[in-house]
C-alpha cells in the first residue's frame, strides 16, 4: 500500500471517530432539549451567570473593603443630596442673609 493510500485510510479513520464522538454530543444535547427545552437551558444559563457576578462581586468586597463603602456612602449622600442641602440651609439659616 502506497504512502498516499495509508493517509487516506488513516483520515477516514480520523473521520469516523470524530463523526462518533459528534453523533454522542448530539444526542445529549437533543436529549436535554427534550427534557428542559430552550427557555430551560435559557434560565440555567442565566441562573450559572449571576451566580458567577455574585461570586466576583464578592471577591471585589473582600479584596478593596474600603473602596466599595467610601462608593456606596457617596452614592447614598449623591441620592439625599437635595433634602440634605435644604436642611443644611434650614439649620443654619443660609436663605435669610
Known amino acids: 500500500m502506497s504512502r498516499l493510500a495509508a493517509q487516506v ?6 473521520r469516523d471517530a470524530a463523526r462518533v464522538r459528534f453523533d454522542g454530543h448530539y444526542q ?4 436535554d432539549m427534550d427534557e ?3 427557555g430551560g437551558r435559557l434560565a440555567d444559563e442565566a441562573m450559572e451567570q449571576a451566580a458567577l457576578m455574585f461570586d466576583e462581586a464578592v471577591a471585589v468586597v473582600e479584596e478593596h473593603p474600603g473602596a ?6 457617596v452614592l447614598v449622600l449623591w441620592l439625599v443630596r437635595n433634602p440634605l442641602m435644604a436642611w443644611v440651609k434650614d439649620t443654619f439659616d443660609l436663605g435669610s442673609q
Request: proline content about 0%.
Open 68 to 73: 466599595v463603602g467610601g462608593t456606596l456612602a
Open 28 to 31: 445529549v444535547f437533543k436529549a
Open 36 to 38: 428542559r427545552g430552550i
Open 9 to 14: 485510510i488513516a483520515d477516514r479513520a480520523a
